[in-house]
């Protein structure tokens, strides 16, 4: 008998009926997972209706609510169907497996000659009334999964690997799916007053003409104020009112515009992750860097909250309702078990934007206003200015050529602020309003970055996927940043994959090889050779053309975290004033693809978000606090800008699932700015890639 190993989330689980219910004609999955737009729900109902054999109208799945579900910790790190997605499939064979036993027993048939069809028991080939629902007290779902029983195979699948309808379209479409929708009986709506940059201290508030509004209340609690009334339109009002007539402190704001030099200079904690700590004297150096990036979710955070009878229910659209719960309860005083957190869909976001910041203020003032419903909604200025934002990071890799064209001497040196100050994270409460309640401006206190067993920060991707042996690499996590950074799709990844593929084409430029061939040189992976080999085949790598043309084509690869989906980009551009992305060509090895209409969404969301950061989005600031906190200020990728975008799936069905919502973003900035130095015949470092940034490399190259 072999025994498949368990996923985390069954080792913290491990019991079925913390899985599976079944009930009169149905069988209920819970996951802990969350939907965000990726499709997860209906790609976990596909993995439950083939391991049970059931027909998938019967299957219904919850997701992320603390009462029921397994807290299986954040929707994130493109865990979902690697972890909650394995152990589901774990779970159901079991139950499959006991079911046959439960009919080799009643039967007296050898349980090789049991299968399960549509939820009942096909014994030596005829049809039994033995299933699921007739024989549901006989399955004892009160005990642990051993992962003994054994999993189907791909050529036994019924729905996986297979488009079907998505579960959550239908609410979406007709007016219903999102937390935005919602309402509850005698529901009271709130804003909140915030200044202009996270963390900025109220100063001043002209009460005069709020104090005139009727049926508005202005409530405060410590450096937190509420407006708040039956009305959204009268509360609307009041804010606007009330952005009009303060004043705010915002400490101590950098407003130095070389974020590069900047990073570089802060305090920082400094370790050695692996190689020698040693100055490389490579003759090579490339350095790239980013600005801080909002989230840009196209709906603003929003969340609902009821106290009744000593319980608080929270309605939320955050990534990790677990670890939102938890830090609820310490910030407001609370048991866990007085706080039920519910996930409904929001507006998709890969990270952590304003989701557990918004529903702490619906919590908090749920409490101060027991057995009425609070909704609080924040404004799109809140969203991309007080939300946390992707990190701005450095990355520099000095690198030089071995005499036979190998790279030697590999020192990989990063800058960067935390990624991870998520509810919980560092053994924080990490939510603003609690900050505010507390006294009005958040901690000042170094935050940790994400752990390395968890895949790491802003060292997510930094070590090379080549052979490349005497790699080191040097994390300076800054303490003081100058904004609040935390999650942001990717991570680190984005950038340390920038300047590894970068470093790639400026090494094989120097050797004297085609950068594809110089890739294929150093890999060994059968399976990342062939997505490399794939995407150059499919763009027509070899007849490129010469660089300083104004059009360029750029390649990269990367695996995300050096153990998810192998994704290998090519893209084409043309620059004059601007770069112009006009066409992206993506190969991929995701493993057993569960939904293959799902994971081309993932891979072409990922391309397109990545495009947004590498040529447009900046997150700007000066002593007054953020000056992007709206569309015209802060663009993203048009639809006119969207390139075309081709993607190949391998076919790898036999293989285990590796996670794709974040594989794309990191070789799709490389292969950008790879074609950007391809069409000009230089490298520009500096993200994001605009006129401006092509203008003073143009003039740096002239000088």
């Not at 790898?652 to 973003?665: I, R, Y």
Request: aromatic share 6%.
């Amino acid at each position: 008998m072999t025994t498949n190993r368990l996923p985390q989330s069954l080792v913290d689980h491990p019991r079925l009926s913390q899985w599976v219910e079944f009930g009169n004609d149905t069988v209920n999955v819970f996951s802990g997972k969350v939907e965000l737009g990726q499709g997860i729900l209906t790609a976990l109902t596909q993995i439950a209706a083939d391991e049970l054999s059931v027909d998938i109208g019967c299957v219904q799945i919850v997701s992320g609510r603390t009462a029921v579900t397994p807290d299986e910790n954040f929707t994130a790190g493109s865990h979902s169907i690697e972890i909650s997605g394995m152990s589901i499939r774990m779970v159901c064979a079991e139950i499959r497996e006991t079911l046959l036993r439960v009919a080799s027993d009643e039967l007296g048939v050898s349980p090789h000659l049991c299968s399960v069809e549509n939820g009942n028991v096909v014994a030596d080939g005829a049809e039994t009334e033995i299933g699921y629902w007739s024989r549901k007290g006989l399955l004892d779902l009160d005990r642990e999964c051993s992962g003994s029983a054994p999993l189907k195979l791909a050529r036994e699948f019924r729905y996986v690997g297979r488009d079907i309808q998505r579960v959550d379209l239908l609410a979406k479409v007709t007016g219903g799916g999102f937390i935005h929708d919602m309402t509850l009986l005698g529901m009271r709506h709130a804003r909140i007053l915030r200044g202009p940059v996270r963390g900025a201290r109220l100063v001043r508030l002209d009460m005069d003409r709020l104090d005139r509004l009727e049926r508005v209340e202005t409530v405060q609690f410590g450096g937190l104020t509420a407006l708040i009334s039956d009305d959204v339109h009268r509360v609307e009002l009041a804010l606007s009112i009330a952005e009009a007539g303060c004043e705010w402190d915002v400490g101590r704001l950098s407003t130095d515009i070389d974020s590069e030099r900047w990073q570089r200079e802060q305090r920082s904690t400094d370790r050695v992750l692996y190689g020698a700590p040693t100055q490389s004297d490579g003759a090579l150096t490339v350095t790239v860097s980013r600005p801080y990036l909002a989230h840009g979710s196209i709906g603003p955070a929003c969340a609902l909250a009821r106290m009744s009878g000593g319980r608080l229910e929270v309605w939320t659209h955050s990534q990790g309702v677990g670890p939102l719960k938890r830090s609820l309860a310490r910030a407001l005083g609370m048991e866990a078990d007085q706080i039920a957190v519910l996930h409904v869909q929001g507006a998709g976001c890969y990270g952590h934007n304003g989701a557990d910041d918004v529903a702490f203020d619906a919590a908090f003032l749920a409490t101060k206003y027991p057995g009425v419903p609070i909704r609080v909604l924040w404004s799109r200025k809140d969203e991309l200015s007080v939300s946390p934002f992707g990190a701005a990071m450095v990355t520099e890799i000095n690198a030089s050529l071995s005499p036979d064209g190998a790279p030697t001497g590999w020192r990989l040196e990063i800058w960067s602020g935390t990624h991870g100050t998520r509810p919980g994270m560092g053994g924080r409460v990490n939510l603003l309003g609690a900050s505010e309640v507390a006294g009005g401006q958040a901690t000042e206190e170094p935050a940790p970055d994400v752990p390395d067993a968890a895949g790491g920060g802003a060292v997510r991707n930094a070590q090379a996927p080549y052979e490349i042996p005497d790699q080191s690499v040097i994390h300076h996590l800054i303490q003081r940043p100058a904004l609040h950074s935390s999650a942001l799709r990717g991570l680190g990844t984005q950038v340390n994959v920038l300047a590894i593929e970068s470093m790639m084409d400026e090494l094989a430029e120097r050797a004297g090889i085609d950068p594809l061939d110089y890739r294929l040189r150093f890999l060994a992976d059968p399976r990342a050779r062939a997505v490399l080999e794939d995407v150059a085949e499919r763009c027509a790598w070899k007849a490129r053309g010469e660089a300083g043309s104004g059009a360029g084509l750029g390649i990269a690869y990367s695996r995300y975290k050096n153990r998810a989906a192998y994704v290998a980009i090519a893209a084409r551009v043309d620059v004059d004033e601007h770069v112009r992305l006009t066409h992206v060509w993506c190969s991929a090895d995701a493993g057993l693809v569960i939904s293959p209409d799902g994971t081309r969404n993932q891979l072409e969301g990922g391309i397109i978000q990545a495009a947004s950061w590498t040529l447009k989005e900046a997150v700007r600031f000066d002593e007054g606090g953020i000056l992007t906190g709206s569309w015209e200020t802060y663009p993203i990728l048009r639809f006119s800008e969207v390139p075309l975008v081709d993607i190949a799936i391998m076919d790898a069905q036999d293989a285990a699932s590796l996670g794709v919502g974040e594989a794309a973003v990191g070789p799709v900035t490389a292969a950008i700015a790879n074609a950007v130095a391809h069409a000009l015949g230089l490298r520009i470092g500096t993200l994001p890639l605009t006129r401006e940034q092509i203008a003073r490399a143009l003039l740096a190259q002239a000088s």
